[in-house]
């Protein structure tokens, strides 16, 4: 499953969230969630002079959920 917005970005001005479910279907019509393993990307164009940006957290206090 691939897709790029070249030809149609998404905009936003301060920020976006998007949320991706998995789902297939049971024999009967139900929704079946399914466990597949789905990554993104995304690209920041930056316009310069910018604030600085706030330091990053060390790898130690990155949560994983």
């Not at 399914?34 to 690209?43: E, F, H, N």
Request: proline share 8%; glycine share 4%.
């Amino acid at each position: 499953m691939y897709r790029w917005h070249i030809n149609d970005p998404i905009r936003f001005d301060k920020d976006l969230r998007v949320t991706i479910q998995a789902l297939g279907w049971r024999s009967d019509g139900r929704y079946l969630p399914l466990q597949d393993d789905i990554a993104s990307v995304v690209y920041w164009y930056q316009t310069e002079p910018h604030a600085s940006y706030p330091k990053f957290p060390q790898r130690d206090e990155l949560d994983v959920y």
